[in-house]
C-alpha cells in the first residue's frame, strides 16, 4: 500500500492546477504591507478554531488590529495554536511555512525567525513564486466584487486583477442581496443605468453580467449561503416589485443617517432567478456557495445542497459548480452530482476545513459519481502563503483516495495518475471553458 501511495504522490505532487476559487488580493501590489506573520495568517479560518477553542474575541482583535512585537502576540494565542495545531487549517499553515521557509511549524521558538522572513516577501513577484512555481498553478479563479478598476483593496477585488495570476468570477451577491445603499450606488455606476424602477434594476444586473463576461469573467458566483436558504422559490414579479419599491422609500433619508436596505425573500428569489435565465441562455458557469459558513456562528441548514434542486430542474444549461463538497452535506451532493448532469463537485476549500471527509468523499465518488464531474482544488484564500499549505494537501488526500482504489483493485497506477489530472487540471478547464479563452 505504501509503494502505491508513493508513486501516485510522487506523480501528483507535479500536476499543474487549476485552481477554481481565491480570495487573493487581484494585483500583488495591493496586498496589504502593514502587516506581520500573525496579522496575515490569523485573517480568516485558522482565527476561528482559535476562538472556537477560547480565545477570546477582544484578544483576536488585537492581533490583527494593533502594532506589538511578534513574540507579544503569539504569547496570546500559544495555548489555543496548540489545541488547534492538527485542525485542516492548523496544519496547512505549518505545511506553508515548511515550504516556503524551510521552517518545520510555527511556535515560540520559530515565530521572531518566520515573521522576519515573511517581512521579506512583501516585495514585488512574491505572488508569481507561490503560485506558479510552487504551487504549479496555470491560473486561479478569482472570485471578485466589483468591475471598477479603483476599488478599496480590503473590501473587495476587482474584474481587472492581473490575468497572469488569475481567471476573474463575478460575485452576484450585491444584484440579488443589496444590504446598504452604498451597494444599489455601485450598480448604479458600474451599469451606467440610474436605478429608478425595479425595471431598471433588471436591466442594471444584466448589463453588469454583459460586462462582467466582456471583461473576461469565466463564471458568476452566488456566496449568499452566508445570508439566506439556498431555497429560491419560482416568485411573481409582483411580488418582488413591492419588496424592491419598498428599498427605495429610504432614499430621502439625509445622509447622516444610514440608509438601512434589506431586500425582500420574494425580491431576491425573483432576481437570482432572472440571472439564471440569462445564464441558461448563454451556456454560464455558476459557482455557488454551500455548506460549513466561514466564521463563528451561523445557520448550517440554510447551506444543504438539496435546497438547489429545483434549480438544477429548471435550468438545464447552466453549469452548477457546487462548492466546498457541501461539508458536512456532501452525501447529498454525492446523490446530486449523480443524478444531474448539470451538477458538478468543486472541492475548493474542502481539503483543509476536513481533510478527511475530503478523501473519504473521494473514494466515495469514484464508487458514484462520473469522475468528469470533480474539480479536486481550490485554495480559497484571502493570504498567498495558505494557497501553498492548501494545494499540498489536496495533492495528498486525492493520491490517498486513488490509492485505495487501486489497492481494491479498481484501476492500476497508470490510470489513477491519469484520474489525477483529470481532477486537478482537465475538468476544471473543461467546466469553466478555459480552453476557448486561452
Ligand atoms: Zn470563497
Known sequence: MENIFEEIFDYVKDLG??????????????????????????????????????????????????????????????????????????????????????????????????????????????????????????????????????????????????????????????????????????????????????????????????????????????????????????????????????ILKVKHYPDWIIKPVIPGKNFQDYVFHFILDIANKNDLVIQIHTGIQEGNGNILSNSNPELLSNLFLEYPNVAFDIFHISYPYQNELTVLAKNYPNVYIDMCWAHIVSPNSSVESLVEWIDTVPLNKISAFGGDYLFVDGVYGHQYMARLGVAKALSIKVKEKIFDIDKAKQISKMLFYDNPRQIFGLDKKT
Open 17 to 246: 492546477i487549476i485552481d477554481t476559487h481565491e480570495h487573493l488580493p487581484s494585483r500583488e501590489e495591493l496586498r496589504d504591507k502593514d502587516t506581520d506573520i500573525l496579522k496575515e495568517y490569523l485573517s480568516h479560518y485558522f482565527n476561528r478554531d482559535l476562538i472556537s477553542s477560547g480565545l477570546p474575541v477582544e484578544d483576536y482583535q488585537q492581533i490583527v488590529e494593533k502594532k506589538l512585537p511578534i513574540m507579544d502576540k503569539w504569547k496570546i494565542v500559544e495555548k489555543y495554536w496548540e489545541s488547534s495545531r492538527f485542525t485542516g487549517y492548523g496544519r496547512a499553515l505549518d505545511i506553508s511555512v515548511q515550504g516556503l521557509y524551510g521552517i518545520e511549524k510555527i511556535d515560540a521558538s520559530t515565530i521572531e525567525e518566520l515573521n522576519s522572513r515573511f517581512l521579506k516577501t512583501l516585495e514585488p513577484g512574491y505572488f508569481k513564486k507561490v503560485l506558479k512555481e510552487k504551487c504549479r498553478i496555470e491560473t486561479s479563479l478569482l472570485n471578485v466584487e466589483t468591475l471598477a478598476e479603483d476599488h478599496d483593496p480590503l473590501q473587495e477585488r476587482s474584474m481587472h486583477c492581473d490575468r497572469d495570476l488569475y481567471s476573474p468570477v463575478y460575485s452576484i451577491s450585491d444584484c440579488i442581496f443589496p444590504n446598504q445603499w452604498s451597494a444599489i450606488e455601485k450598480l448604479e455606476k458600474q451599469s451606467g443605468i440610474a436605478i429608478t424602477s425595479f425595471e431598471r434594476w433588471l436591466e442594471a444586473v444584466g448589463s453588469l453580467i454583459d460586462k462582467a463576461y466582456r471583461l473576461g469573467a469565466v463564471a458568476l458566483k452566488n456566496p449568499l449561503a452566508y445570508q439566506r436558504t439556498l431555497k429560491y422559490e419560482r416568485t411573481s414579479r409582483s411580488s418582488a416589485e413591492e419588496e424592491f419599491n419598498s
